[in-house]
């Protein structure tokens, strides 16, 4: 259960008002702040107020504006990590989700114990990256990470980054010219096991290349066939 003192702000944008309104109630007593919006619309406007949230809960079936354009135009300007609340065994549903910058999965109907991991593994990587703030900054073959500043940046380019993304990167250029398993990227950074069909490693470290190939015609992150990744050192 969270404290008072370090007060996480929820929001959640889903048309099923019964649901949502459980899931405020379970999480309040949990010790999260948690605020609903009942359509895609009213979500985007919430989402991009003057409220700060530390987690957005995103349902894909919404009148007015579906989950996916919600989070797409979230996305050209928020960082805010998203848990998208998916129909289950819809793989398309999850996929198109990672592509446009979702952090995390969970399929309908869910467990409520197993929402409260997942928003649990999310927030503790966001207080893991401000613990990191000691560090100094990471700079290799072109690339720049500060932890501290919660900054990357590529060829002198800033790098517009969700929170699963600069974990991502974090982790590989701390291990820089080694090998990362799908598995620890999957533990250390969404912390859960990686199951046998789940891409979704796949697809954060695909829409972050993206985002390098921007910047940089040079491949800075390489594919080790069958066995994780590697940061190219030069």
């Known amino acids: 259960m969270y404290t008072s003192e370090s007060l996480h702000r929820i929001l959640i944008i889903d048309d099923d008002a019964e649901l949502a309104s459980m899931l405020k109630d379970y999480l309040e007593n949990e010790g999260l702040h948690v605020t609903l919006a009942n359509d895609g619309e009213c979500g985007l406007q919430v989402a991009t107020g003057k409220d700060v949230f530390d987690l957005i809960l995103l349902d894909v079936m919404m009148p007015k504006l579906n989950g996916f354009e919600v989070l797409k135009r979230l996305r050209t300007t928020h960082s805010t990590p998203v848990l998208m609340l998916t129909a289950r065994g819809d793989d398309y549903d999850r996929i198109l989700g990672l592509e446009l910058g979702a952090d995390d999965y ?3 109907p869910f467990n409520h114990r197993e929402l409260l991991a997942r928003i ?14 000691h560090q100094q900054d990471i700079k290799i073959n072109g690339m720049l990470i500060s932890a501290a500043r919660q900054y990357a940046e590529c060829e002198g380019q800033p790098l517009t980054l969700t929170g699963t993304e600069f974990s991502i990167l974090h982790l590989l ?8 398993t799908k598995e620890a990227i999957s533990h250390r950074v969404l912390e859960k096991k990686l199951s046998a ?27 080790i066939r069958g066995a994780g990744y590697l940061l190219v050192t030069g």
């Open 197 to 223: 069909y789940d891409r979704s490693i796949d697809m954060h470290v695909s829409n972050l290349r993206r985002k390098l190939a921007i910047v940089s015609d040079q491949e800075k992150i390489k594919t």
């Open 106 to 108: 969970l399929p309908k």
């Open 173 to 180: 250029m701390t291990h820089a010219g080694e090998r990362v």
């Open 120 to 133: 649990s593994a999310i927030l503790r990587r966001l207080a893991l990256t401000t613990s990191l703030s």
